[in-house]
Structures are given as structure tokens and as C-alpha cells.
């Protein structure tokens, strides 16, 4: 069965500091692979997504990820974080059996100190 | 292009009642999926509808229904609600539903069971 595991529930950091998020993954097919954010009051929304080929994905706002097959990971990056990145982040996996149904990870809340 | 539009916003039920929530996918989508979401449980995936047909369905019981209509509109129904449905339910439409067609979010229906 699919299953997505992400790291740390909450993470607190200073504007400036960098920042990952680690996301692994259980699936036996092909899968791909998702990034959302859910900034306070407003609906989830697609930060960044990684299909086939380069294994280093840039998405919105200066967010990068990387899938690294053999770890079945999918970790979010950001060099220099901004208070407006306060939010929930989500890990996702969309895969090619059982019909196509995307899978979250339990979320990771971020907070930004100014 | 108009987004997601679930109705209503808020529910408040009594245990025993029944709901239904309503979910307008983005023009041209033809899948919609519904995920429950609540605090520390990240999304958890309800079912999927494509082409007015139940592609897939998450581990929920039989309480929790869906249904698609021709125009790709959807509807969920929870019967003889119970205190651990108060949640916020999510809907969301893809274009196609295929392994890289990403999810695209409502604003959800806080649905409260006193």
C-alpha cells in the first residue's frame, strides 16, 4: 500500500535560515511526486511536482526538491526562508496502480519568526 | 477560470443526522477527489470520482458516499454522523486524474458534529 511519511511535525525557524523537509515514500510502482503548501486561511495549492527526469525540481517562491529513487525520498528545500512562508506543507504521492489516487503525508507546519 | 467551489463553507450537524456537501470542480476537470482533514492526520483520501464513476476509495466505512454527475459536479454524503467526523473536508478536481495531473483544492466544508 502507498504511504507517505514526512519527518518533523512542526518546524520553527528564523528568517534567513534554511530550510528542508524530509519526505519518504512507500510505493512498489511508478510514482510521482508532489509538494503542497496551505498558507493560514487559504486553500492547499500545488508548490512544486516532479514527474521524470531531472531529479532536482524548482517550484514556486524559491522552493526546490530532490528525489533520490534508491531512498525513496522526496525532501523540500529553500535556501533563505521569509516570514510569508509561514504555512503546512505536504509531501504527496500519485501512483500508477490502484488508480491514480494521491496520497499526503501528515503535514509539516512551519512558523517563521521575523 | 473559476477554482474549486465547495458548499457550504461550515456544518453544524448532531450526531445521528446525515450531510451532504457539494464540490463544483475547475471547468474541464473531469476528476474530483475528497480527502477528510484534521489535526495531525494530514488528508486522508475518501474516494475518486472520473466520468461520473468511483475509480477509487479510501479506507472509510460505508457511512461515507459519493457520487459524480454528468457535468463532473460531486457530492459527498455522511450518514449517522458521528463526533470523529467533525473535520474539514477537502474537494478537489484534476484535469484528467492521470498520474501527472496534479490536484487542485476547494476551500473545503468544516463540517462540526455536536
New interface residues.
Given amino acids: 500500500a502507498q504511504s507517505v511519511s514526512q519527518h518533523n511535525?512542526h518546524v520553527i525557524l528564523s528568517e534567513a535560515a534554511s530550510l528542508e523537509l524530509g519526505c519518504n515514500y512507500s510505493y512498489g510502482g511508478?510514482v510521482?511526486l508532489?509538494w503542497?503548501v496551505q498558507y493560514p486561511g487559504q486553500?492547499?495549492?500545488?508548490l512544486l511536482?516532479y514527474?521524470s527526469g531531472d531529479p532536482l525540481v524548482k517550484g514556486i517562491k524559491g522552493f526546490e526538491a530532490e528525489f533520490i529513487k534508491s531512498k525513496f525520498s522526496f525532501n523540500l528545500r529553500k535556501p533563505s526562508v521569509q516570514w510569508s512562508d509561514t504555512a503546512e506543507y505536504?509531501c504527496?504521492v500519485?501512483?500508477?496502480t490502484?488508480?491514480?489516487?494521491?496520497?499526503?503525508?501528515?503535514?509539516t507546519r512551519l512558523f517563521v519568526k521575523a | 477560470k473559476a477554482g474549486v467551489t465547495q458548499t457550504p463553507r461550515y456544518l453544524i450537524k448532531t450526531r445521528g443526522q446525515q450531510v451532504t456537501l457539494s464540490c463544483s470542480p475547475i471547468s474541464g476537470h473531469r476528476s474530483v477527489s475528497w480527502y477528510q482533514q484534521t489535526p495531525g492526520q494530514g488528508l486522508q483520501f475518501l474516494f475518486e470520482y472520473f466520468s461520473e464513476t468511483q475509480r477509487n476509495k479510501g479506507n472509510f466505512p460505508g457511512r461515507f458516499s459519493g457520487r459524480q454527475f454528468s457535468n463532473s459536479r460531486s457530492e459527498m454524503n455522511v450518514s449517522t454522523l458521528e463526533l470523529g467526523d467533525s473535520a474539514l473536508y477537502l474537494c478537489a478536481s484534476s484535469a484528467t486524474g492521470l498520474l501527472n495531473s496534479p490536484l487542485h483544492f476547494g476551500n473545503g466544508t468544516r463540517l462540526t458534529v455536536t
Fill in positions: 511535525h511508478t510521482n508532489f503542497y486553500h492547499l495549492q500545488l511536482k514527474f505536504f504527496a500519485k501512483g500508477n490502484g488508480g491514480f489516487k494521491t496520497i499526503f503525508g501528515a503535514g
